[in-house]
């Protein structure tokens, strides 16, 4: 069996990252989820956090920020299509961050049970996830 796998990210837009990776972190919509080579076939929701990644070959890995989409494992790929992704060094911090106390504020005063409430929770957990990405 090969230790390494492929990984492919993808957005509506195109395609973010291909590379042949040793191990890969992601966040779910039931949790985090660690990929190895050899996974069983998998397919999952995404959620919204930091996607880590160990490159072959000992070069270093990388993370970065996903919301929403799929993740599927077949064969030797898994293939993220997500519905967003920030990279550390493209995230503009003043620009993200606009918004935040009231994002905040409104999660107070919004019924949980409202799409409202779910629309301010996915945009600040986003904004956290890249606060943890940028540490």
């Known amino acids: 069996m090969d230790n390494s796998f492929k990984l492919e ?3 509506p837009s195109g ?4 590379e042949s ?3 890969v972190t992601l966040p ?3 949790g985090e989820v660690g990929v190895l080579p050899g996974h069983a076939s ?3 929701t995404l959620g919204t956090g930091i996607l880590e990644y160990a490159l072959s070959n000992g070069r270093s890995g990388g993370a970065i920020v996903i919301s929403g989409g799929i993740a599927q494992y077949s064969g030797d790929t898994l293939r993220v299509l997500a519905d ?3 990279l550390k060094d493209k995230v503009k911090k003043g620009e993200y961050d606009k918004g935040r106390d009231e994002l905040e504020a409104s999660l107070t005063n919004v019924d949980i049970t409202t799409p409202e409430w779910s629309v301010s929770k996915a945009k600040l957990d986003r904004m ?3 606060d943890a990405l940028l540490r």
């Open 9 to 11: 990210i993808l957005v």
């Open 15 to 18: 395609k973010i990252l291909a």
């Open 42 to 44: 998998y397919t999952t």
């Open 21 to 23: 990776v040793l191990a």
């Open 128 to 130: 956290n996830s890249i």
């Open 84 to 86: 967003t992704v920030d």
């Open 28 to 30: 779910t919509e039931m």
